[in-house]
């Protein structure tokens, strides 16, 4: 069954001024106490990152692996719908997995600013 409108994921907010030199879950459950939800509580088919801090952060989807860099007032989307498989015939679209983490490390930012995560399906 198609969706006729379009759905969205509880938004997480991470507050910058923890940041560290190590990854930390920026969806996690401490974000998102109102639900008791462990990373995105859906799929999603857009995920979008705001940083409102005032430093840049490594982002990671597993915690180990540097996967992108948001600097300070960027925002970063992703359009898993605009990708396909990469299987052999290219077909089908990814989405942005049910409990999926994102990590983040950095620098300390100046008090009061925050990482918004929001994901639409």
């Known amino acids: 069954m198609e969706l006729e409108t379009f759905t969205c994921i509880e938004m997480a907010v991470f507050d910058a001024t923890t940041l560290s030199g190590t990854y930390q879950v920026m969806n996690g459950a401490a ?5 008791g939800s462990v990373g995105f509580q859906d ?3 857009l995920l979008k990152i705001y940083n409102d801090g005032s430093t840049g952060v490594t982002i990671s989807y597993d915690g ?4 992108d860099y948001l600097p300070s007032k960027g925002t970063m989307i992703i359009d898993l ?6 299987g052999f ?3 089908g679209t990814l989405n942005g997995r049910k ?16 990482i918004y995560i929001s994901g639409y399906k």
């Open 81 to 86: 719908q605009s990708n396909h498989s990469t």
């Open 89 to 91: 015939q290219g077909s």
């Open 64 to 67: 180990v692996v540097k996967h």
């Open 43 to 45: 799929d999603i088919k």
């Open 31 to 35: 974000q998102q106490a109102d639900t």
């Open 99 to 114: 409990g999926q983490l994102v990590y983040g490390k950095g620098t300390a930012s100046s008090a009061g600013l925050n």
